[in-house]
């Protein structure tokens, strides 16, 4: 049992303290990697999404006392079992799935409680996938992703906690807003001046703050963090909100058909979790299009300098007519006063009323256009200085006036309902977490319930007796493969099979391109996927489980002697007590063909007294049954002619108990046919007949 990093034999020194690093903690590095934490463990340095898996395996295999080579003795076994499982893997619609279909693998015989455990788990999986319409699945299960828990957000700068004890100082900054220490009273008001909104401890409540500083007076020491800085709590559902909100769109189709998935998760947690976070946009703030007077205060900030602009526009355009058709008289006495030097006065009553107009208008225009209320109007009181002056202009100061006014409110209205959301998601966030996890680990499950539905997989009946038989198998890798019905060995499909109908060890004969090859895939795929504990190509199978499986592939051409030898050491890894079922195709090539009909027998005749089970694909099944005493059965796939099209004839169903003959023939006739002129091969054809 590994209690430590360092039990684990990959981890030396330096990935250790990587772990360290990544995880916090050998706690919670140690946990990650029993989890299969694939993702997060390849997250870290050095380390690919490959030897992640490959540790992850090696832990659990230290863990659970058995791994994957356990099982898989033989290159070729693992090759398949790879192809599988990328095979499955390509029907995960999260990245999370995918590579966690790469921590199943076969077990062994002796661990059968694991498989039927297993069994059980992805049957009901299976049955539940059946239920559910990919098409509507799969899009929200592809936007989800794990819960990131790592969020920070920057200090609110303008949102101060006024402190007036050292300890409230001190839990004040766990907040990630200002902090201010004051002394006394007066000295809050001072520093309150710089922010547009201040906490302050109660012991200070009944001060009078400027009107334009937002002030709340909260028990600092037991403040929460929705309180005071709702955006820290409302920052991890933004950072997560595409997962989060896939992963409840998940949930409620799955429910729809499982009332009972999840049933820890209460449906009222869903629709609280799913309102919070309907209201949050990705980046923490509030959505547009919840709060009007939000809404409002935003579209009049926005179009303030293009209305201010535009009504400048407007004002200097009618002030200037204006002064364009005026004229002042000098009559009489006021002739005289214009002498003593008192004619700007004259001039400048003229044109101040006009400019009094033009602005009042202006204002009217401003304050019209963008809606405002009687309180932001007050603003507009300080937009046109009493001076005239030319071009007119409103003042830089008197707009920025206003500007300050709508942000402040709308930070104050936001940070009110920021705080309601914040309070209640605060309370989801284990939820958010827990509904991401179980849907990301319903797609492992679902993706292998796709593979199922797709090659519509049945789970195999696991029996105690030395055998394997199926009905309706189909080679998944083929494109339209013609179902096989075939039994090796003890099961209930062996009845009409006469003589030799238990027999476990078999040589299987047969035309070139007949399907022998595939027969042996199929049966290494039944054979992998059921000690996963996974359903298998097939419509009925039964089998019992066996503790090694090999495979051996075809050889090409005659091996020297190095190669020889180091094939047959290979073999003898097949010798010992321990139940196995060996798959080997056309061994007859590694030398010439009466040594190899010898070697064959000898390996047969092992696995026979071992009480093994074994297929192994010859051309040389007359030979080898005369090197050998043993009970072997000749089963054969036959080619029966050629068709129209000058295709193989072939019954893809070997036939028990049957020497099929390698028929070259059919391939020199189809040749012959083929190419009617061609002499050589009409000549080679005469030689069969
Ligand atoms: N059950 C099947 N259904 C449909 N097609 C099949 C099936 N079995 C084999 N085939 C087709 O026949 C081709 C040849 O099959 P396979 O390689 O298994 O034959 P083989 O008997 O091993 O041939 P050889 O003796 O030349 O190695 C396959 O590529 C596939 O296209």
Same mark, same amino acid.
């Given at each position: 049992?590994?209690?430590?990093?360092?039990?684990?034999?990959?981890?030396?020194?330096?990935?250790?303290?990587?772990?360290?690093?990544?995880?916090?903690?050998?706690?919670?590095?140690?946990?990650?990697?029993?989890?299969?934490?694939?993702?997060?463990?390849?997250?870290?340095?050095?380390?690919?999404?490959?030897?992640?898996?490959?540790?992850?395996?090696?832990?659990?295999?230290?863990?659970?006392?058995?791994?994957?080579?356990?099982?898989?003795?033989?290159?070729?076994?693992?090759?398949?079992?790879?192809?599988?499982?990328?095979?499955?893997?390509?029907?995960?619609?999260?990245?999370?799935?995918?590579?966690?279909?790469?921590?199943?693998?076969?077990?062994?015989?002796?661990?059968?409680?694991?498989?039927?455990?297993?069994?059980?788990?992805?049957?009901?999986?299976?049955?539940?996938?059946?239920?559910?319409?990919?098409?509507?699945?799969?899009?929200?299960?592809?936007?989800?992703?794990?819960?990131?828990?790592?969020?920070?957000?920057?200090?609110?700068?303008?949102?101060?906690?006024?402190?007036?004890?050292?300890?409230?100082?001190?839990?004040?900054?766990?907040?990630?807003?200002?902090?201010?220490?004051?002394?006394?009273?007066?000295?809050?008001?001072?520093?309150?001046?710089?922010?547009?909104?201040?906490?302050?401890?109660?012991?200070?409540?009944?001060?009078?703050?400027?009107?334009?500083?937002?002030?709340?007076?909260?028990?600092?020491?037991?403040?929460?963090?929705?309180?005071?800085?709702?955006?820290?709590?409302?920052?991890?559902?933004?950072?997560?909100?595409?997962?989060?909100?896939?992963?409840?769109?998940?949930?409620?189709?799955?429910?729809?058909?499982?009332?009972?998935?999840?049933?820890?998760?209460?449906?009222?947690?869903?629709?609280?979790?799913?309102?919070?976070?309907?209201?949050?946009?990705?980046?923490?703030?509030?959505?547009?299009?919840?709060?009007?007077?939000?809404?409002?205060?935003?579209?009049?900030?926005?179009?303030?300098?293009? @209305?201010?602009?535009?009504?400048?526009?407007?004002?200097?355009?009618?002030?200037?007519?204006?002064?364009?058709?005026?004229?002042?008289?000098?009559?009489?006495?006021?002739?005289?006063?214009?002498?003593?030097?008192?004619?700007?006065?004259?001039?400048?009553?003229?044109?101040?009323?006009?400019?009094?107009?033009?602005?009042?208008?202006?204002?009217?225009?401003?304050?019209?256009?963008?809606?405002?209320?009687?309180?932001?109007?007050?603003?507009?009181?300080?937009?046109?200085?009493?001076?005239?002056?030319?071009?007119?202009?409103?003042?830089?100061?008197?707009?920025?006036?206003?500007?300050?006014?709508?942000?402040?409110?709308?930070?104050?209205?936001?940070?009110?309902?920021?705080?309601?959301?914040?309070?209640?998601?605060?309370?989801?966030?284990?939820?958010?977490?827990?509904?991401?996890?179980?849907?990301?680990?319903?797609?492992?499950?679902? @993706?292998?319930?796709?593979?199922?539905?797709?090659?519509?997989?049945?789970?195999?009946?696991?029996?105690?007796?030395?055998?394997?038989?199926?009905?309706?198998?189909?080679?998944?890798?083929?494109?339209?493969?013609?179902?096989?019905?075939?039994?090796?060995?003890?099961?209930?499909?062996?009845?009409?099979?006469?003589?030799?109908?238990?027999?476990?060890?078999?040589?299987?004969?047969?035309?070139?391109?007949?399907?022998?090859?595939? @027969?042996?895939?199929?049966?290494?795929?039944?054979?992998?996927?059921?000690?996963?504990?996974?359903?298998?190509?097939?419509?009925?199978?039964?089998?019992?489980?066996?503790?090694?499986?090999?495979?051996?592939?075809?050889?090409?051409?005659?091996?020297?002697?190095?190669?020889?030898?180091?094939?047959?050491?290979?073999?003898?890894?097949?010798?010992?007590?321990?139940?196995?079922?060996?798959?080997?195709?056309?061994?007859?090539?590694?030398?010439?063909?009466?040594?190899?009909?010898?070697?064959?027998?000898?390996?047969?005749?092992?696995?026979?007294?071992?009480?093994?089970?074994?297929?192994?694909?010859?051309?040389?099944?007359?030979?080898?049954?005369?090197? @050998?005493?043993?009970?072997?059965?000749?089963?054969?796939?036959?080619?029966?002619?050629?068709?129209?099209?000058?295709?193989?004839?072939?019954?893809?169903?070997?036939?028990?108990?049957?020497?099929?003959?390698?028929?070259?023939?059919?391939?020199?006739?189809?040749?012959?046919?083929?190419?009617?002129?061609?002499?050589?091969?009409?000549?080679?054809?005469?030689?069969?007949?």
């Amino acid at each position: 049992m590994i209690k430590s990093l360092r039990d684990i034999p990959r981890i030396g020194e330096k990935t250790f303290r990587r772990f360290i690093e990544h995880f916090g903690g050998e706690k919670q590095a140690l946990e990650s990697i029993l989890n299969g934490d694939i993702a997060a463990i390849s997250e870290m340095e050095g380390m690919t999404e490959k030897s992640a898996i490959s540790l992850v395996l090696e832990a659990r295999a230290q863990n659970e006392g058995v791994g994957i080579r356990d099982f898989l003795k033989t290159d070729v076994a693992y090759e398949m079992y790879e192809r599988i499982n990328a095979l499955i893997s390509g029907f995960a619609h999260t990245d999370y799935a995918k590579s966690k279909i790469n921590l199943y693998f076969p077990y062994p015989a002796r661990k059968k409680d694991m498989i039927i455990k297993l069994q059980k788990e992805i049957g009901g999986i299976i049955r539940m996938a059946g239920k559910l319409d990919d098409n509507e699945l799969s899009g929200f299960l592809s936007g989800v992703r794990p819960i990131k828990t790592n969020v920070t957000i920057p200090v609110i700068r303008d949102r101060a906690i006024i402190a007036t004890t050292q300890e409230e100082f001190e839990a004040a900054r766990n907040f990630p807003v200002s902090v201010q220490l004051v002394s006394e009273p007066g000295e809050a008001i001072d520093v309150a001046r710089g922010y547009s909104h201040v906490f302050i401890g109660t012991s200070l409540a009944g001060i009078d703050f400027p009107e334009d500083i937002d002030v709340d007076f909260i028990d600092i020491k037991r403040t929460e963090t929705w309180q005071v800085a709702p955006e820290k709590e409302l920052a991890f559902f933004a950072k997560n909100l595409g997962s989060i909100t896939s992963a409840i769109s998940v949930f409620r189709i799955i429910r729809k058909h499982e009332p009972d998935f999840c049933a820890k998760i209460k449906d009222d947690e869903i629709e609280r979790l799913a309102l919070g976070t309907s209201k949050i946009s990705g980046d923490s703030d509030l959505k547009g299009g919840l709060d009007n007077e939000i809404d409002r205060l935003i579209s009049v900030y926005g179009r303030l300098n293009d @209305t201010i602009a535009a009504a400048e526009k407007k004002a200097n355009a009618e002030f200037g007519s204006l002064i364009e058709k005026s004229s002042v008289t000098v009559k009489g006495f006021d002739l005289l006063t214009a002498i003593d030097g008192s004619a700007n006065s004259l001039f400048e009553k003229e044109i101040r009323e006009k400019y009094n107009t033009v602005t009042a208008s202006a204002l009217c225009t401003i304050s019209n256009e963008l809606g405002m209320s009687p309180k932001e109007v007050q603003y507009l009181d300080n937009f046109f200085s009493d001076e005239v002056s030319h071009p007119i202009r409103v003042n830089p100061r008197g707009a920025e006036g206003l500007k300050n006014h709508l942000l402040r409110s709308i930070a104050s209205r936001k940070l009110v309902l920021l705080r309601e959301n914040a309070r209640e998601l605060s309370k989801l966030k284990e939820t958010a977490s827990v509904i991401v996890r179980e849907v990301l680990d319903f797609d492992v499950g679902y @993706t292998i319930g796709c593979f199922a539905r797709k090659f519509s997989l049945g789970m195999p009946a696991i029996h105690d007796k030395s055998g394997i038989g199926l009905a309706g198998g189909t080679n998944i890798f083929l494109e339209s493969p013609v179902p096989i019905d075939y039994s090796v060995g003890a099961s209930r499909f062996n009845a009409g099979i006469g003589k030799l109908k238990d027999a476990c060890v078999i040589l299987l004969s047969g035309v070139n391109s007949g399907g022998k090859t595939s @027969t042996l895939d199929l049966l290494a795929q039944i054979i992998i996927l059921a000690h996963m504990g996974f359903p298998v190509p097939a419509k009925q199978c039964e089998l019992g489980l066996v503790e090694e499986f090999f495979y051996f592939g075809k050889s090409r051409g005659t091996m020297d002697a190095g190669a020889f030898e180091s094939t047959i050491r290979d073999f003898s890894a097949i010798a010992g007590k321990k139940n196995k079922l060996v798959l080997a195709d056309e061994l007859e090539s590694i030398t010439e063909p009466g040594a190899s009909a010898k070697i064959i027998s000898g390996i047969l005749e092992e696995l026979d007294d071992n009480n093994g089970m074994g297929v192994f694909v010859s051309h040389l099944a007359e030979s080898i049954l005369k090197d @050998t005493t043993c009970d072997i059965r000749v089963d054969g796939i036959e080619a029966k002619g050629l068709d129209e099209h000058l295709n193989l004839i072939v019954d893809r169903n070997p036939r028990y108990n049957y020497l099929a003959r390698s028929t070259p023939e059919l391939i020199v006739e189809r040749l012959a046919r083929k190419n009617k002129d061609s002499e050589f091969y009409n000549r080679l054809l005469k030689k069969f007949k």
